[in-house]
């Protein structure tokens, strides 16, 4: 390892606010991304008494939903420890935990799917009422997020598989666990706003 | 991007999918190009390309309104032109012409010698240039958008099928605004990093260029406004397309949510659009009076305070809605307050100028311009926060008479002041001052005539956004004089355009510092170096170029230094003082095309992954997985190559 940091040559430069280019540029990214997210849950809120037709009440399964929360959940923890798995230099433990947080987050995608398609029987479409049109559409944008976040997180593994991932790139973790910590966040808001609040 | 076990096992053979392009010069390079100065260019002249295509509405709007009951246009035209005048004016015109501005300037005044993130940077003007190409193209794949700049449902969210909107347009804009939305933040996070992390040794923020800190405020404001106008256009779109209801007040909607939404961008950009140029006429006053901007601080800070007040205002765009006293005496009093911030800047310019040895140049004239324009609109602004006075003028030529004030008296005058100030800087020409003096006072003379009448009209009662108007109603000739001052106008136009080509061509060599400037970015060699800066310079001081050329001696006289910039007293310095401009010393390796400097190298992966962008635009309006699956493709083979290829180059 020491030969490595001998030969690195492009060290953080001196930064007006101490954090590097990439890491101030993904919190800035994820400030915006809560006006994205927020808007849609307005909509929801606002949306919530003025529906008509089946309600949240008619169709939502609480404590399924709970269970995939409580996966999705999980997966910030995995994610943490494949952070520190790669800041110690641990790769093989680094590819355990990214390949853990991915299988979390696809188990909570599987859910939302799943979910959606009970919805569905029930009789609750994207045309339904309002409350179809804005749960599916903030949950849908909430899903997706989290697609993104897992070909991420196995691009991720798949450029340490190849050993192209060093302790020096932990940074390169960090800055994907920001983006998968925030939609996790975010999913905690959803969750008690759209399925736990009574109506 | 390079990983360190790549460097030291394989020292020059990351894999790249595709061949590096090389060329840093000619026509090829401009697709390729990370360079912030290049990219700025291409901002700038795509924008004034768009310019043109908006002044071209117009002036079809002004025809038809020329004479009552005109026949030029049918009123579908007419709902087609003036909503792509407003869209194109703001998204494809007003925006990038501020971030050209910025990507040209902002390293420069900082001391950088490119911005945090080329690459992405490239991106976001490929996104701008296929979004813009995307909502033209409309006109030949049915019908452009038609549903007014603003969008408002449930017009524009009707489904297709209900055929309240002829066309697939409002799909077309709804999907061309997100699409420009993505560009922007992409560019607003570059601006972002690039200002904060990126300023040169000794460069604190208050001493900061004005220009820069106005662009820092307008990329916060971009962050922050463009993700309510996506939901609701998502919203929009969706109504539209798969049939949701989120506007339809049959299912109980509340299609005012839709107004909030957009005027929660809608109002930021506006002071997106004035800041940066509010920041060119700071930097252009002081130069041409030879006085440091007049308080510093309190210009910067009624920025910031425009930028924080711009949040809390955006329903008096909404006050004929109906929101009831509360909201409208709040909003009402939210208004009149950022009228303070926004008064005090044109009292600091006023205080600028006062006093100073004030050169009339062309640069200087629009920006006087701006100072007096801007202030009657934004006078007229003030009557709008007036909530009776509003409910009268709501929908009347008088608020086109208003933001037309602010925007092009403001905005554009600002921005061709500023054109002809840092035209030098680019191309290392002067422009032509007899003619921009021709220029400034045909503008001047054509605005007046367009939009001064419609004041009275709009008070009259003429409506907005309507192809016809009755004679006998005394607004036949107000409109006459509207159009032949639109022609004025235009006629400006195309003298600046030529101003523009011919000192491009044959425009006198500037010298490195003609206007004996203050900041920065002057102490660079005109044209700039693909470096910017020889050697990363050390700010010691506000205005650093003017303190390089100039000190006070005991009895606080302006003494001339004898080394640095331009030569003493003249204005005009024929070549670069060695030593300033030469080859840079630092690194003599020679490496990096032969300056020593290693500048990141051009890339072919941001205009492929916006290409993927673009088919995934045209993907929702058809429906089609088959573009679709061809835009994932191309958006994942661009990302990896992207994230495999180094940003720099090994030399």
Redesign the interface.
């Known amino acids: 390892m020491t030969?490595?940091i001998a030969?690195?040559?492009d060290e953080p430069e001196p930064?007006?606010?101490g954090?590097?280019?990439a890491k101030?540029?993904m919190w800035?990214?994820l400030?915006?991304?809560?006006?994205?997210f927020?808007?849609?849950i307005s909509?929801f809120l606002?949306?919530r008494r003025?529906?008509?037709g089946l309600t949240p009440r008619d169709v939502y399964n609480i404590p399924f939903t709970s269970a995939t929360s409580f996966i999705l959940l999980m997966s910030s923890l995995t994610m943490v420890l494949a952070l520190a798995a790669i800041q110690r230099g641990d790769h093989r433990r680094l590819r355990v935990w990214l390949i853990a947080t991915c299988l979390f987050g696809l188990t909570f995608v599987a859910g939302q799917v799943f979910e959606f398609t009970e919805f569905y029987r029930e009789g609750l479409?994207?045309?339904t009422?309002?409350f179809?049109?804005?749960f599916?559409?903030l949950t849908g944008?909430h899903g997706a997020h989290v697609t993104v976040g897992i070909i991420w997180l196995l691009?991720l593994w798949g450029l340490s598989s190849q050993?192209?991932?060093?302790k020096?790139?932990s940074e390169k973790v960090e800055i994907a666990g920001l983006y998968w910590h925030f939609v996790d966040v975010v999913w905690i808001v959803i969750f008690t706003v759209v399925y736990l609040i009574p109506q | 991007m390079t990983?360190?076990?790549?460097?030291?096992v394989l020292p020059s053979a990351e894999p790249s999918l595709l061949r590096r392009p090389r060329a840093t010069t000619g026509f090829w390079s401009w697709f390729t190009t990370v360079d912030h100065k290049k990219i700025g260019i291409l901002y700038g002249a795509t924008a004034l390309l768009f310019l043109c295509l908006g002044g071209l509405e117009a002036l079809l709007i002004r025809t038809q309104l020329a004479q009552p009951d005109g026949t030029v246009l049918t009123a579908a035209q007419y709902n087609t032109l003036f909503t792509m005048h407003g869209t194109t004016m703001i998204f494809l015109m007003g925006m990038p012409l501020a971030v050209a501005f910025g990507n040209y300037l902002v390293p420069l005044q900082i001391g950088a010698r490119d911005v945090?993130?080329p690459r992405i940077n490239m991106l976001g003007y490929w996104i701008f240039l296929f979004g813009g190409i995307f909502i033209y193209s409309s006109f030949f794949l049915g019908g452009a958008p038609n549903g007014g700049w603003f969008g408002y449902t449930p017009l524009t969210s009707s489904p297709i099928s209900a055929g309240v909107l002829p066309g697939r347009g409002a799909d077309f804009w709804a999907v061309g605004i997100v699409m420009l939305g993505i560009g922007s933040?992409t560019s607003?996070?570059?601006f972002?990093?690039t200002i904060?992390?990126?300023?040169a040794p000794g460069m604190t923020l208050m001493r900061m260029p004005i220009f820069t800190w106005m662009m820092l405020v307008t990329a916060f404001l971009t962050?922050?406004a463009?993700?309510?106008v996506?939901?609701?256009l998502?919203?929009v779109f969706?109504d539209r397309n798969?049939?949701?209801?989120?506007f339809d007040a049959v299912?109980?909607?509340?299609p005012l949510?839709y107004q909030h939404?957009f005027w929660l961008f809608g109002h930021p950009e506006v002071y997106i659009l004035i800041l940066p140029g509010m920041g060119i006429v700071s930097e252009v006053l002081p130069v041409y009076s030879r006085k440091p901007i007049f308080g510093y601080q309190v210009v910067v800070f009624s920025g910031i305070a425009i930028g924080f007040l711009g949040w809390g205002v955006w329903a008096h765009h909404m006050f004929a809605t109906g929101l009831g006293p509360a909201a409208l005496t709040a909003f009402g009093l939210s208004t009149m307050l950022i009228a303070i911030p926004t008064g005090v800047k044109i009292f600091n310019w006023l205080g600028t100028v006062w006093g100073g040895s004030v050169r009339f140049s062309a640069a200087m004239l629009f920006c006087l311009g701006f100072i007096a324009q801007f202030t009657i609109g934004g006078l007229s602004g003030v009557l709008h926060a007036v909530v009776p006075s509003d409910t009268q003028q709501t929908d009347t030529y008088f608020v086109i008479a208003h933001f037309h004030y602010v925007l092009f008296g403001g905005l554009l005058f600002a921005m061709v002041g500023g054109i002809f100030y840092w035209f030098p800087k680019m191309t290392g020409r002067l422009m032509d001052e007899k003619l921009g003096k021709w220029t400034f006072w045909a503008m001047v003379l054509g605005f007046n005539l367009t939009f001064f009448p419609m004041h009275i009209v709009g008070l009259e009662g003429m409506p907005r956004r309507t192809y016809r108007y009755g004679s006998g109603l005394g607004w036949d000739v107000p409109n006459l004089i509207e159009t032949v001052g639109a022609y004025v106008l235009a006629f400006a136009v195309l003298l600046f355009v030529v101003n523009l080509i011919v000192s491009f061509r044959r425009g006198q060599p500037s010298g490195d510092d003609p206007w004996d400037a203050r900041t920065l970015e002057w102490t660079t060699p005109n044209p700039v170096p693909e470096y910017n800066f020889a050697e990363v310079p050390v700010v010691t001081s506000r205005d650093e170029a003017w303190h390089r050329k100039y000190a006070e001696d005991a009895d606080g006289n302006l003494v001339r230094l004898p080394k640095g910039g331009a030569d003493a007293g003249t204005a005009v310095a024929t070549e670069p003082v060695s030593g300033k401009g030469g080859p840079p010393a630092e690194q003599g390796d020679g490496g990096g095309g032969g300056h020593g400097i290693h500048m990141p190298s051009p890339s072919y992966y941001p205009m492929i992954l916006a290409a993927g962008i673009l088919a995934f635009a045209y993907a929702a309006i058809y429906h089609s997985l088959l573009l679709c699956t061809v835009g994932a493709i191309v958006v994942l083979f661009a990302v990896?190559a992207w994230?495999l290829e180094p940003g720099t180059e090994p030399a």
């Open positions: 030969t490595e030969v690195r040559t930064s007006g606010t954090l590097t280019n101030l540029a800035a990214f400030a915006s991304e809560c006006l994205l927020g808007a849609f909509t606002l949306y003025r529906s008509e479409k994207l045309s009422n309002l179809g049109s804005s599916f559409v944008i691009s050993g192209r991932l060093t020096l790139d | 990983s360190v076990s790549d460097a030291v945090a993130f933040v607003a996070l570059n972002i990093v904060l992390n990126c300023r962050l922050f463009m993700p309510p996506t939901a609701a998502t919203m969706f798969f049939g949701t209801t989120f299912k109980g909607a509340d949510l939404l990896y994230m």
